[in-house]
């Protein structure tokens, strides 16, 4: 013997190894199912849409908190320069809408 181990060691190093290839077959196994291929599949979309979801509440925080300080004062009160010409803004193309809408309508 070459490597000085006796036939009993040899049984159990090979009985050993066969086991660990057991193991990792069952675990690729279990990698590659279907069902597992799918629920990880899930869990990434959930975290893509999630991770979606927050960004765009970070930038509508961002737009609501700069409007409001272009329309309201640091001391809270509104800024009527400001709020009349964006409600009159508003009023204007609602009436579009509206003249617009009717006429399709007709």
Do not use: C, F, N, W
Not at 68 to 86: H, K, N, T, Y
Request: aromatic share 0%.
């Amino acid at each position: 013997m070459a490597d000085g181990r006796t036939p009993a060691q040899i049984e159990a190093d090979i009985a050993r190894r066969r086991q660990e290839l057991a193991v990792t077959l069952d675990e690729i196994g279990v990698r590659v199912h279907p069902k597992t291929i799918i629920g990880d599949a899930k869990a990434k979309a959930a975290e893509t849409v999630d991770r979606t979801a927050g960004r765009a509440y970070v930038a509508a925080q961002r737009a609501v908190t700069q409007v409001r300080a272009q329309l309201v004062a640091e001391d809270g009160s509104p800024r009527m320069e400001r709020i009349v010409p964006v409600a009159l803004l508003a009023v204007g193309v609602i009436g579009l809408l509206v003249t617009s809408s009717r006429r399709h309508d007709a």
